[in-house]
C-alpha cells in the first residue's frame, strides 16, 4: 500500500477570539475562523474586520495559521461588500482562504494573487478528476467531501502533485445531506444552510398527515424513543489518526464553530497529543496504519458535548451505513467549572492558592479535574475555597468570580477545571 504520511497539521474551529486562544493554546497548528459575513457559521460570534487583523497578529506570532471561511454560495449582489472585504485582507494575509464556488474562487485569486486557495468541503470534491480540476484552476489545498473512503482518498492522493494539501474533518458534526449542500432549513425556515444560517432541520422530530385524515398525525417513528432517520451521528477518528495520515490526508480538521471554548480545547488537545505520537511512532520506524492512540484520549473526547459517535464514512459505505443516531439529543459533557488565571496567593496558614475565574458552580468537596496542554484530566477534589480578598467560603456560585484554591499541582494560566466523576 502506498504510503503518504507527512505529520498531519490540527486545524481548530475558532468561533470567536476565546476559542481562538483555547485552540492555540491547546495545540492547534491553524485555526479557521470567519469574518461577520460570507462565513458557513453564521451563527457563530466570528471577528470583525479589526478582530480579524488582531487574530492574524497574534495567530503569526505564535507562528500558527489562520484560515479565513468565504464559502458561502454567493448571489450577485454581495459581491461589491465581499470585494471590500478583500482589500481589507490585503493587510491582514491570511494563510488561506476556504472556498466553496467558483466566482468566489476567481475574485479572490484576481484580488489577491498571493492568497492561497482552499476548496471547501461544500465543492464535494469526490474524485482525482475533480480534484485536479481545482488545482488546474490555482486551489492549492482541498478539503475532501465527508462521503469518501480511506482507498477514495489514496487514488486521489496518487494522482496530485506532491505540494498540493488534503485536508479532511476528523471530528464534529456530520450533515445527513450531501457535503452540507443542504435545502430543507431554506424550505421550512427561509434561513439558508448554504449561505452560513443553517437551523438543523435534521435533528427535528416529524410526523406525516394522510390526505383525508389531517386531524390523525402520525408521528414518524424508527425507534421506541423517536425518529433519527435524518440526524447523523458524529465523527470521531481519535482511533484511525494514522490510517488516515498514511491515506494522504495531511490537515485534520475539527468542526465545531459554534461550540464552546472548552470543546475546541478538549478535542484540540486530543487530536494534538494523538498526532504527537503518531508522529513519533512513525520517526521510530512504525507502520502509520499500525499506530493506536491512546485509550485515554477518547474519555477525553467523551467528555465533551456531542451525539453517538462515528468513524464516518471512512470505512463504510453510506447507502450501507448511513450513520444515523439511535438516541434522542446530546451526550452532555462534563461542567466546565472555572480558568486557571495564572496567579496565586497565600492563606493564613501558607497554604498556597492558585486563582480561578468561575464558569460554573462548584463546591468544597466536590470531585473534580485540571485539564492542560498535552495532559488528559488529572483528577482533584475541591478541598478549600476563597473568595478574591482570601476568605475561606464554601462554594464559588457567581459567573466570571474570583477564587482561589489549593492544589495538588501548579496550574498554568489558560488551564480549565471542569467537573469529575
Known amino acids: 500500500m502506498n504510503n503518504f ?55 503569526h506570532s505564535q507562528g500558527k495559521k489562520m484560515y479565513v471561511t468565504t464559502n458561502t454560495l454567493m448571489r450577485g ?32 485569486k484576481e484580488t489577491l494573487p498571493w492568497a492561497n486557495l482552499h476548496i471547501s468541503t461544500q465543492a464535494s470534491i469526490c474524485s482525482p478528476e475533480a480534484a485536479l480540476a481545482w488545482v488546474k484552476l490555482g486551489a492549492s489545498r482541498l478539503v475532501l467531501a465527508r462521503e469518501l473512503s480511506l482507498e477514495d482518498i489514496r487514488r486521489i492522493r496518487e494522482r496530485l502533485p506532491d505540494e498540493i494539501e488534503l485536508e479532511a474533518f476528523v471530528h464534529g458534526s456530520m450533515c445527513v445531506s450531501y457535503s452540507g449542500r443542504c435545502m430543507l432549513s431554506n424550505a421550512l425556515t427561509g434561513r439558508d444552510a448554504n449561505r452560513g444560517a443553517c437551523t438543523q432541520p435534521c435533528r427535528w422530530n416529524y410526523t406525516i398527515y394522510e390526505e383525508k385524515r389531517p386531524n390523525t398525525p402520525i408521528p414518524v417513528e424508527q425507534t421506541e424513543l423517536g425518529t433519527f432517520i435524518m440526524s447523523s451521528k458524529d465523527m470521531c477518528m481519535i482511533n484511525k489518526v494514522g490510517q488516515l495520515a498514511a491515506a494522504g490526508v495531511s490537515s485534520f480538521k475539527i468542526e465545531g464553530r459554534i ?34 492512540s491512546d485509550p485515554a484520549l477518547m474519555n477525553e473526547l467523551e467528555s465533551v458535548s456531542h451525539r453517538e459517535y462515528a468513524e464516518g464514512f471512512f470505512f463504510e459505505d453510506p447507502m450501507k451505513n448511513p450513520q444515523m443516531v439511535t438516541k434522542p439529543g446530546y ?91
Open 259 to 292: 461550540k464552546s471554548a472548552y470543546y475546541t480545547a478538549v478535542v484540540s488537545n486530543a487530536y494534538r497529543m494523538a498526532v504527537d505520537a503518531l508522529d513519533a511512532f512513525v520517526a521510530a520506524g512504525g507502520n502509520p496504519c499500525e499506530f493506536s
Open 77 to 108: 449582489e454581495e459581491y461589491p461588500a465581499f470585494r471590500e472585504f478583500l482589500r481589507e485582507m490585503e493587510n491582514i494575509r491570511p494563510d488561506g482562504f476556504i472556498i466553496a464556488d467558483l466566482g468566489v474562487f476567481t475574485e479572490i
Open 5 to 59: 504520511y507527512r505529520k498531519p497539521e490540527i486545524l481548530s474551529p475558532a468561533g470567536n477570539p476565546e476559542k481562538m486562544h483555547a485552540a492555540v493554546r491547546y495545540g492547534a497548528d491553524a485555526v479557521y475562523l470567519a469574518g461577520r459575513e460570507f462565513g458557513m457559521r453564521a451563527a457563530a460570534d466570528n471577528f470583525s474586520v479589526e478582530e480579524l487583523a488582531e487574530a492574524a497578529s497574534f495567530l
Open 331 to 421: 451526550v452532555r459533557d462534563k461542567a466546565y467549572l472555572a480558568i486557571a488565571d495564572g496567579d496565586s496567593l497565600s492563606s493564613a496558614d501558607g497554604t498556597v492558592l492558585y486563582g480561578f475565574t468561575q464558569r460554573n458552580k462548584l463546591s468544597v468537596g466536590d470531585g473534580a479535574e485540571m485539564i492542560s496542554p498535552g495532559k488528559t484530566g488529572r483528577a482533584l477534589t475541591v478541598e478549600r475555597l476563597f473568595d478574591a480578598e482570601g476568605n475561606e467560603i464554601d462554594c464559588a456560585p457567581h459567573p466570571m468570580m474570583k477564587f482561589y484554591m489549593p492544589l495538588p499541582f501548579e496550574p498554568l494560566a489558560g488551564d480549565i477545571l471542569r467537573a469529575g466523576e
